[in-house]
């Protein structure tokens, strides 16, 4: 082979080998794009076998893989999502307590599908019909809180649309508070990932939501055996709760949360083909989570710096700040240096207790990615004439 020859060959190797790695280099790009929020450099792309899924971090709202994320569909059961969180809205305000009496009308024991198979005109405690919507998605026992709590399901319903509007839910439209089939009544799983986070804030969820099988007793005495229909609280380490829903038209669906350490995950799958796909679907985005990320919390409320700070003309010369927030920062796992830069404000007496004092500005690896207000710990007085005169003899 001539000279030229073989610098030709060498030449066309070369545009050869730099065409594989640019081909690679476009696939895992393409790989990388499955994950909308947060670049996971994941190796393989991450899929469900089902019409749409979500994974999301519940402290931050960040969103770590998504597959039709926005597709709207009839959401079934998984409604109650929201139905549960304006009946926990009602008990945190004062309007409603779990012994306030519920009376079960005709309309609520008419319905149909998932039933606690109330008794028409009998009185149950809210804290159970609760029990029953969580642990056995009791259809009955939602409109019969829904006519409590507005009059009628119907301005429930429009009370959860507001809801939905004020979380900026821009794909979800709720014709019941049921999730029975309606045209008019769909969601898509980054909306049912948002109701889901908002229905964790309320811990009285969790008090039902582990909950496998009871006994629902009647007020004339009769007993209904009920059952979690959210298999994952006992199949699944971590998971303390989560929603079902299943008609012809939505297929199965699941909404569930899973905490391991500081780290909990909300995953959703909608419209797979069966009970035991939805559920595996869900453990497998659990499982990638949980092997790929972590949550750190770098700042808790109430701790109280080391330093105190400088009160001008205060009968204290000092006073304690502490943090006035909570701080957590979700990412892949990875080692990072945290450091905390305590910046303060002038303070001058009196001093209340929880004046704003200053702020915590906190760092990964010098990346800012937080801060946390900080305030006073006690109220200091104001520095009077007999303060100054007693100053001034201490000093001889």
């Known amino acids: 082979m001539t000279k030229a020859k073989k610098i030709g060959a060498f030449l066309l190797a070369m545009l050869m080998l730099a065409g594989a790695i640019i081909g690679i280099l476009v696939k895992a790009q393409g790989q990388q794009g499955a994950y909308a929020l947060l670049d996971t450099k994941a190796e393989t792309a991450l ?11 519940f402290n931050t709202g960040t969103i770590v893989f998504e597959q039709n994320s926005s597709k709207r569909m009839p959401i079934a059961s998984m409604v109650k999502i929201m139905t549960l969180t304006l009946v926990f809205e009602e008990i945190e305000k004062g309007n409603l307590t779990v012994d306030t009496d519920i009376v079960a009308t005709s309309n609520a024991t008419s319905m149909g599908g998932s039933q606690a198979f109330l008794d028409t005109n009998a009185s149950y405690k809210t804290g159970e019909l609760i029990r029953t919507i969580v642990v056995s998605s009791a259809n009955d026992s939602c409109v019969a ?8 399901a119907d301005d429930f319903v429009a009370r959860m649309n507001e809801k939905a509007a004020s979380l900026g839910l821009v794909d979800t439209n709720f014709a019941n508070c049921t999730g029975l089939p309606s045209p008019n009544g769909y969601s898509s799983a980054k909306d049912v990932a948002i109701m889901t986070r908002e229905l964790l804030r309320h811990p009285i969820f969790y008090n039902y939501a582990k909950e496998w099988m009871f006994d629902f007793v009647h007020p004339c005495g009769r007993i209904t055996q009920l059952s979690n229909t959210n298999k994952l609280v006992r199949a699944y380490e971590g998971c303390d709760g989560g929603k079902t829903g299943f008609t012809n038209e939505a297929m199965y669906c699941l909404s569930a949360t899973a905490k391991r350490g500081n780290t909990r995950l909300i995953s959703v799958v909608m419209g797979a083909n069966t009970s035991k796909e939805r559920n595996a679907e869900n453990a497998k985005l659990f499982n990638f989570g949980f092997a790929n990320f ?13 330093q105190p700070a400088m009160v001008n003309k205060g009968k204290a010369d000092s006073v304690n700040i502490l943090t006035d927030g909570d701080l957590f920062h979700f990412a892949k796992r990875a080692k990072r240096e945290v450091t905390k830069e305590v910046i303060v404000n002038k303070l001058v007496a009196p001093i209340t207790t929880g004046q704003e004092a200053g702020e915590l500005i906190v760092r990964l690896d010098g990346e800012e990615v937080g801060r946390v207000k900080l305030v006073t710990e006690s109220e200091v007085a104001k520095k009077g004439y007999l303060d100054y005169v007693n100053d001034a003899i201490a000093v001889f």
């Not at 809180?145 to 009628?152: Q, T």
């Open 145 to 152: 809180l829904a006519e409590h709590i507005c009059g009628s």
């Open 47 to 57: 899929s469900v076998n089902a019409k749409s899924g979500l994974l999301m971090d």
């Open 294 to 306: 972590e949550t750190r919390q770098l700042v808790a409320r109430g701790e109280v710096l080391e």
